[in-house]
Nanobody, 125 residues
């Protein structure tokens, strides 16, 4: 499967963006977990949000909880990250990922086997 992330761009502090991640070659339904991670310049890649197929639960990092929403459209084989109330600290390259993580690893990048190429989000102050 290939993942194609899109939707990044330049937005002002307090603005919104919606990222998309389209899958080809294999459907998202084959994966137990879908996630978004981000990597700011000079920093390591960190967890942002995840969706677990079993139970349909969602998980968020403390820094984005209440502002970001992860979702997916099975018909379009696409997942999304709606980002509201963006802050300059949200500036990063955002990556989508798919895999079959166990619950205790749902926030770990190592638990995901398939990655998109990343899309840059820049929030200006």
């Amino acid at each position: 499967v290939q993942l194609q992330a899109s939707g990044g761009g330049l937005v002002q502090d307090g603005g919104s963006l919606r990222l998309s991640c389209a899958a080809s070659g294999r459907t998202f339904s084959n994966y137990g977990g879908l996630a978004w991670f981000r990597q700011a310049p000079g920093k390591e890649r960190v967890f942002v949000a995840a969706f677990r197929k079993s139970g349909g639960y969602t998980y968020y990092s403390d820094s984005v909880k209440g502002r970001f929403t992860i979702s997916r459209d099975n018909d379009k084989n696409t997942m999304y990250l709606q980002m509201n109330s963006l802050e300059p600290e949200d500036t990063a390259v955002y990556y989508c990922a798919a895999g079959n993580p166990i619950l205790s690893s749902i926030r770990s990048a190592r638990a995901y086997t398939t990655w998109g190429q990343g899309t840059l989000v820049t929030v200006s102050s």
